[in-house]
């Protein structure tokens, strides 16, 4: 074989390297641009898909409450953080708006996605709708969360929870998309959610609260207090779970007594 023909073949390695190594990043650019922005993307916390701790063999009661407070507050408390960092995110959109008065194209992507991710109406104007994002994406405090949770899965005892990290009783409508409550009714199609770890489930009880009609009350609550510079408490916010349960006032009443009985752990 002459040295050309060699050189040739060379040439022809190189260049068919060359349009592997461009198609691998056209694609790995076509991935990263479907995908949610990284900004997006639910955090996951060390503990999330460890198995749930069997509560029920914590025969001491103030060991219990502490070992159940122990195991959620960090992931309610991550999940508060990440709902912060989308809200600061929000609020930089709604400053570089009225300032430059429109949003790159990037921008423009993630908007559409938190506005499908909380039911903002499509047919808003775009401040309209960064305004709104503002008042559905905002913390649930701590001690409220891990009181209903408490509440709602029998300090985490319940299958539901053991099984399927539902500490929050959430419901799903796919069949086969969660577990067949005992003691649904006749005709009814709803199913306990299962989820496949703490982080999915703590996030998707966040945004329920944050995103559902029923809690429309609870989030005027909270954007009255930020509009007054007022803390975000909740005895306050348990006001607006009115229709968390079909016990309606007394749920929340005992919500509220909760927080109280239990401040000690709580505050741990």
């Known amino acids: 074989?002459?040295?050309?023909?060699?050189?040739?073949?060379?040439?022809s390695k190189i260049i068919l390297i060359t349009l592997g190594v461009l198609a691998v990043i056209v694609i790995n650019a076509w991935i990263i641009v479907t995908q949610k922005p990284d900004?997006?993307?639910?955090?996951?916390?060390?503990?999330?898909?460890?198995?749930?701790p069997d509560f029920a063999a914590i025969?001491?009661?103030?060991?219990k409450k502490r070992?159940?407070?122990?195991?959620?507050?960090?992931?309610?408390?991550?999940?508060?953080?990440?709902?912060?960092?989308?809200?600061?995110?929000?609020?930089?959109?709604?400053?570089?708006?009225?300032?430059?008065?429109?949003l790159n194209s990037e921008d423009l992507r993630r908007v559409?996605?938190?506005?499908?991710?909380y039911k903002i109406d499509d047919e808003q104007d775009l401040d309209d709708k960064l305004q709104e994002l503002l008042t559905k994406i905002d913390i649930l405090p701590v001690n409220l969360v891990l009181a209903q949770a408490a509440n709602e899965s029998a300090w985490g005892t319940s299958r539901f929870a053991q099984k399927g990290y539902n500490f929050f009783g959430m419901w799903c409508f796919k069949r086969g998309c969660g577990f067949v409550p005992a003691q649904r009714s006749d005709g009814a199609s709803h199913e306990v959610a299962r989820f496949d770890n703490l982080s999915r489930a703590?996030?998707?009880?966040?945004?329920?609260?944050?995103?559902h009609p029923a809690y429309h009350d609870l989030r005027q609550i909270r954007a009255t207090l930020r509009a007054n510079q007022m803390?975000?408490?909740?005895?306050?916010?348990?006001?607006?779970?009115?229709?968390?349960?079909?016990?309606?006032?007394?749920?929340?009443?005992?919500?509220?007594?909760?927080?109280?009985?239990?401040?000690?752990?709580?505050?741990?």
Do not use: C, D
């Open 231 to 268: 803390p975000i408490t909740g005895q306050a916010l348990a006001e607006g779970l009115m229709n968390y349960s079909e016990r309606g006032a007394a749920y929340v009443e005992e919500l509220q007594s909760m927080m109280q009985f239990n401040q000690e752990y709580l505050s741990e």
């Open 202 to 211: 703590t996030y998707t009880y966040l945004r329920n609260i944050n995103r």
């Open 112 to 117: 559409a996605w938190l506005s499908e991710e």
């Open 59 to 63: 025969k001491n009661v103030s060991e």
């Open 1 to 11: 074989m002459s040295l050309a023909s060699m050189h040739k073949r060379e040439t």
């Open 67 to 102: 070992a159940f407070f122990r195991y959620l507050r960090p992931e309610v408390e991550k999940q508060n953080e990440y709902l912060l960092s989308l809200r600061h995110y929000v609020q930089t959109l709604r400053r570089q708006l009225s300032s430059e008065g429109r």
């Open 39 to 52: 900004i997006l993307e639910v955090p996951e916390t060390e503990q999330a898909e460890k198995p749930v």
